[in-house]
């Protein structure tokens, strides 16, 4: 089994997008990956050699959880008020 590095990330709500070095033939690839992921160890196979490997997803910074928390609590609030006029 190989190590995949993780390069770089980038989180979206659906998702993360990492770029990955495969350690076997230090091929740099992107994958995407389901953001219920975020923090987990993954094993999966390089899209270049198929060599077999592992890589550690991060976590999402404590800042953007908190702004991502925020803005849905605000979304909440305005569907809820919404609701409450039209019924």
Known sequence: MSIF???SHKFSNDNIEATLVCLKCDEVFKKDFPIDLEGQ???F???VCNAVGEA???YKKIEERQEFEEDFGEIEQENGEEFEDTY
């Open 56 to 58: 550690d997803l991060p």
């Open 5 to 7: 590095l993780l390069q």
């Open 45 to 47: 196979k390089c899209p």
């Open 41 to 43: 160890t993954i094993q």
